[in-house]
């Protein structure tokens, strides 16, 4: 079998309970113009890669990452609505542009209850900018902690 027919996974980049992506509050995000995928209403600060690959883009102000799979996804991590505004406060990123992640490894530290005192919706995203590679996709939503698998889908 080879690695475009197997079934592929991102799994949830916090614990918390997975939503449908139209539910975001943002509506870049809800309409899926940026792709397909899924938010997570986060339960604690720590944040963590989807998916095997390389950090083509750890944004400076610690909120958002873009994570270039092994399998040719970009998959967008970013944590809270507007939350570049914040310019980096609550923020605490552990990885840097170039570095190799695997599921599971831990990206960030995020304050979501001092994000939330600011104001702003703490919601993680995740989505895949380049969804015109995906077939066969399943979203599971829920409670979900760091070893779920959120998404499952193939790639074309």
């Known amino acids: 079998m080879s690695n475009i027919d197997k079934k592929q996974t991102l799994l949830a980049a916090c614990e918390g309970e997975a939503i449908k992506l139209e539910d975001v509050s943002d509506e870049v995000f809800s309409s899926g113009v940026l792709g397909k995928g899924f938010g997570i209403l986060p339960s604690n600060n720590d944040f963590f890669s989807p998916i095997d690959g390389v950090v083509s883009n750890a944004y400076e102000t610690g909120h958002a ?3 270039t799979g092994d399998d040719g996804l970009e998959v967008l991590v970013h944590i809270g609505i507007n939350t ?5 406060e609550y923020f605490s990123p552990v990885v840097k542009t170039g570095m190799r992640v695997s599921k599971g490894d831990k990206l ?5 209850e001092k994000i939330l005192s600011r104001g702003f919706d703490p ?6 900018t380049n969804s ?7 979203i599971t939503y829920g409670k979900v902690t760091p070893k779920d698998a959120v998404m499952e889908y193939t790639v074309k």
């Open 65 to 67: 990452y873009m994570i």
């Open 84 to 88: 570049v505004e914040l310019d980096g």
């Open 108 to 112: 960030t530290y995020a304050d979501t």
């Open 123 to 128: 919601v993680a995203v995740v989505v895949v």
């Open 132 to 138: 015109e590679k995906i077939e066969q996709l399943k």
